[in-house]
């Protein structure tokens, strides 16, 4: 199982940039690379998958390095509004029955 | 577009008392989630179906807690009898089951237990 570890918290500014790293030594081959936003109260919301190299939508970029054992969640010009706890989620979708594992989450604290 | 709808949102039972939610997916999706997220921790998935089959139940205890999903749209979680441990919330997840990595699941908002 692709046991995955981040940092439990993060602190930023308006206006920057931030980075958050998931560790996951053990991914499988088949498995992709998921990131959630949950705020309080709600269920987790998709931000962006990738399975290697780099992936870019309108909120975030992730980057994979070539060995697949890290990932790097990348929120550009952050506002107020992105304090939430994010977390990564390392799992198959490809084989019926692969495993899902979530890691066990950053708490985002951005600051005026 | 509806998204994924659970109910009760809120649950105080007693300990040994039976309990059961309730998820519709969103409409469509043939891939269905039960994760339990204890306070300060990431999802745990319980189980997951692909239409109306379990494919991956291995995280369930099976002891107390059953789920069915009999025509492959809305789902029920039971736990009889519930404990302490169980206070947690239990959130559903839906997506559209394709092959591959386009798999983005879409969260209900959850159903917060609480067994006293």
């Known amino acids: 199982l692709a046991k995955t570890t981040q940092p439990i918290s993060m602190d930023s500014y308006e206006g920057q940039e931030v980075n958050i790293t998931c560790s996951h030594n053990?991914?499988?081959?088949?498995?992709?690379i998921t990131w959630y936003q949950q705020f309080p109260s709600q269920g987790p919301r998709f931000i962006i998958q990738?399975?290697?190299t780099k992936v870019t939508n309108e909120v975030a970029s992730l980057f994979i390095p070539a060995d697949r054992k890290s990932s790097t969640l990348s929120l550009p010009r952050v506002s107020l509004s992105d304090t939430a706890v994010y977390y990564c989620l390392v799992g198959s979708f490809y084989n019926q029955g692969g495993k899902l594992i979530f890691g066990q989450g950053t708490e985002l604290s951005v600051k005026p | 577009e509806a998204g994924v709808v659970q109910s009760p949102r809120y649950k105080i039972i007693e300990k040994k008392q039976p309990v059961a939610f309730w998820c519709n997916p969103i409409?469509?999706?043939?891939?269905l989630y039960w994760y339990l997220q204890n306070l300060g921790q990431g999802p745990e998935l319980l189980i997951r179906?692909?239409?109306?089959?379990?494919?991956?139940d291995s995280q369930l205890p099976k002891d107390r807690f059953s789920a069915e999903r009999l025509k492959g749209v809305d789902s029920t979680l039971k736990i009889q009898p519930a404990e302490l441990g169980d206070s947690a919330v239990y959130l559903c997840?839906?997506?559209?089951?394709?092959?591959?990595?386009?798999?983005?699941?879409?969260f209900g908002p959850g159903t917060r237990l609480t067994v006293l």
């Open positions: 409409s469509g999706h043939n891939t």
């Open positions: 179906y692909e239409n109306e089959e379990a494919v991956d």
């Open positions: 997840a839906s997506s559209g089951g394709l092959a591959g990595g386009d798999n983005e699941q879409f």
């Open positions: 990738g399975y290697k």
């Open positions: 053990n991914i499988a081959t088949n498995d992709y």
